[in-house]
């Protein structure tokens, strides 16, 4: 009895176990930790949004249990949004389904498709649920390129033509997280054509869809390219957008018999967010887009400074064209130290908190996640701190790694 539960074998150590004891303790001995590494948004949800709310929560008939794929009036916004934003035309009945985010959406999609064996095409690196969701429901992952472009669809016919058996399905994530690639119309075009010939499904995770910086290219919908709908289902979520994280409100939308499988599995184990908090999240997509512009900006003006604060400090920081993530390359001084190390230094040395990239699988272990969750002077004080790192041990090449050094 004292053995670990198969699903439980199959998930590896969770890298951020061993950063947060680490800044636990520095914040228990006074260190001021400027925690860039959780993407957790810091800005307060709309105004607009918490009234709807409180007015709404004062009705008990809300009180009652809601219903798991989401309330007709909610997912009637989330196809109207698409609408409006993508063009694309969504039936509420059968396209849409109300999520409690799009983590929860995801893993349930994967639990509702995947049987044991089969084999799935994920980005590596990646956010984490998009591998673990289809691990933990007995899948095989097969990584794939996280750009996208020529080295990508090789990867996609090499995937197909040597898994045994054929790929059941195939992740997308642009804007990406945790790189920040994003992709165009061609690419999506090009990907839906190879997996309609395949009978591959799509599964594209659009959570960053509004938090782009160049105005003139937001990002699109893999299903605006013709014919996606019919292999596709594309997961967004309101945590980012309308600053609502703690909410948990998300979607999945899409090819009807993708999401028939998912309202079925969630009709089992929820029955729904709170309904004053789908209310709440109407009023959001129904509203003025000024606040999501306003979110916007105010990632826009932090990415910049810590690309200019950071480059100063001695460490050049890759700028991003959308999220709220810089992915940077360790200084090359401490690449040797792969990335859940030199996070674990950041902490003890300079305390700042970062995300290792080894997090969001191997191919990330030269590079750390940055995310926009402090304010401008916070982001200012994290470079000046890691500037005396990088001058006073920059150019040290006996800094090894720290599990090395207690052996």
Request: glycine share 8%; charged share 20%; proline share 8%.
């Amino acid at each position: 009895m004292s053995e670990v539960f198969h699903r439980i074998r199959r998930l590896p150590p969770y890298v951020f176990a061993h950063i947060d004891p680490i800044k636990a303790k520095a914040r228990a001995e006074g260190v001021d930790v400027i925690d860039l590494g959780m993407g957790n948004p810091d800005m307060p949800t709309p105004e607009h949004i918490v009234a709807k709310l409180q007015e709404t929560v004062k009705d008990p008939r809300t009180h009652r249990y809601s219903t798991s794929r989401g309330i007709p009036g909610l997912r009637k916004a989330q196809a109207s949004y698409y609408g409006r934003r993508f063009g694309v035309k969504l039936n509420p009945d059968t396209q849409v389904v109300a999520t409690l985010g799009s983590k929860e959406g995801f893993a349930n999609m994967a639990s509702a498709i995947t049987a044991p064996g089969d084999v799935v095409l994920v980005p590596n690196p990646t956010y984490p649920i998009h591998s673990f969701g289809f691990i933990m429901s007995g899948g095989v992952v097969r990584s794939m390129p996280a750009e996208p472009g020529e080295d990508f669809m090789r990867a996609l016919d090499r995937g197909v033509r040597h898994s045994i058996p054929k790929p059941i399905a195939l992740v997308l994530n642009y804007p990406a997280n945790p790189t920040a690639y994003t992709a165009d119309l061609d690419f999506y075009a090009e990907v839906v054509k190879y997996c309609k010939q395949h009978d591959i499904f799509i599964l594209s995770d659009l959570a960053y869809s509004e938090i782009y910086f160049d105005e003139d290219n937001p990002p699109p919908s893999v299903l605006q390219v013709p014919g996606a709908i019919d292999i596709t289902v594309e997961f967004t979520s309101m945590s980012k957008t309308y600053s609502m994280p703690g909410w948990r409100v998300g979607f999945a939308v899409g090819n009807e018999r993708l999401i028939a499988a998912l309202a079925r599995v969630k009709s089992y184990l929820d029955y729904g967010a709170f309904t004053p908090i789908q209310v709440a999240a109407v009023a959001a997509l129904n509203g003025s887009d000024d606040v999501i512009e306003e979110v916007r900006k105010v990632y826009k003006h932090r990415r910049d400074v810590m690309v200019e604060s950071f480059g100063r400090s001695g460490w050049d920081i890759p700028v991003p064209k959308a999220t709220m993530f810089a992915w940077a390359p360790i200084p090359p001084q401490f690449a040797h130290l792969g990335s859940l190390e030199f996070a674990k230094l950041l902490i003890q040395e300079t305390g700042v908190g970062v995300a290792p990239g080894v997090g969001f699988g191997e191919y990330g272990d030269q590079y750390i996640r940055l995310a926009f969750v402090e304010n401008e002077q916070r982001i200012r004080q994290a470079a000046r701190n890691i500037k005396k790192l990088l001058g006073s041990k920059g150019e040290q090449s006996n800094i090894v790694p720290m599990a090395s050094a207690t052996k």
